[in-house]
């Protein structure tokens, strides 16, 4: 048992991010100026999840899905008389 240990953290719900569902941020001992605002702590944990956001994906629309495949399949057919030639 840890006595004498306190932290003082926030938790951001709904952040709005397609990852993050909810986030946990533990604040220095020691914050940067005397005019630290919650605003400026919250503003400062929103712009660090979104900066983490991956970028958005392309989409999994029909066309995308065509192409992926038939992109694979050309190359996978390159690659078969590739290796038939060669033997």
């Given at each position: 048992?840890?006595?004498?240990?306190?932290?003082?953290?926030?938790?951001?719900?709904?952040?709005?991010?397609?990852m993050f569902e909810e986030v946990y941020f533990v604040l220095r001992e020691e914050l940067p100026?005397?005019?630290?605002?919650?605003?400026?702590?919250?503003?400062?944990?929103?712009?660090?999840?979104?900066?983490?956001?991956?970028?958005?994906?392309?989409?999994?629309?029909?066309?995308?899905?065509?192409?992926?495949?038939?992109?694979?399949?050309?190359?996978?057919?390159?690659?078969?008389?590739?290796?038939?030639?060669?033997?």
């Amino acid at each position: 048992m840890v006595k004498g240990c306190e932290k003082r953290m926030i938790r951001l719900q709904n952040t709005g991010s397609r990852m993050f569902e909810e986030v946990y941020f533990v604040l220095r001992e020691e914050l940067p100026g005397e005019g630290c605002t919650t605003r400026d702590i919250l503003a400062e944990a929103n712009r660090i999840v979104e900066e983490n956001e991956p970028p958005a994906y392309g989409g999994t629309g029909l066309r995308t899905v065509l192409l992926s495949f038939f992109g694979g399949a050309a190359t996978a057919t390159l690659l078969v008389c590739f290796l038939f030639l060669l033997l």
